[in-house]
């Protein structure tokens, strides 16, 4: 199993930035992707950026120019910089990972950061 800690949520104006990250440990296949989803308050969760083990990246139409998904390989851990935020970028903010070894999938999920982007 992979456990997933996410930190850096908060209470952000709108036009500002945050940085979320994601640290990853246990049973981390080299092949794997990891990301962040969101999920607002009645809405479905939704992806948010993608950034596989390679280092390809895909974004929400919503975010791009905007978010930008890194990775430390080294250190196990994602970040998601957030820049121009707002109020409709408001959230929990939760970190996925998906990895591979030949047949064998697995996933898991962070429990979750809030972001909330108000005056």
């Known amino acids: 199993q992979v456990q997933l800690v996410e930190s850096g949520g908060g209470l952000v104006q709108p036009g500002g930035s945050l940085r979320l990250s994601c640290a990853a440990s246990g049973s981390i296949f080299t092949i794997n992707t990891m990301g962040w989803y969101r999920q607002a308050p009645g809405k479905e969760r939704e992806l948010v950026a993608g950034i596989t083990s390679g280092g390809g990246t895909n974004y929400a139409d919503s975010v791009k120019g905007r978010f930008t998904i890194s990775r430390d390989n080294a250190k196990n851990t994602v970040y998601l910089q957030m820049n121009s935020l707002k109020p409709e970028d408001t959230a929990v903010y939760y970190c996925?990972?998906?990895?591979?070894?030949?047949?064998?999938?697995?996933?898991?999920w962070g429990q979750g950061t809030r972001v909330t982007v108000s005056s």
């Open positions: 996925n990972y998906r990895g591979r070894y030949y047949a064998t999938t697995r996933e898991s």
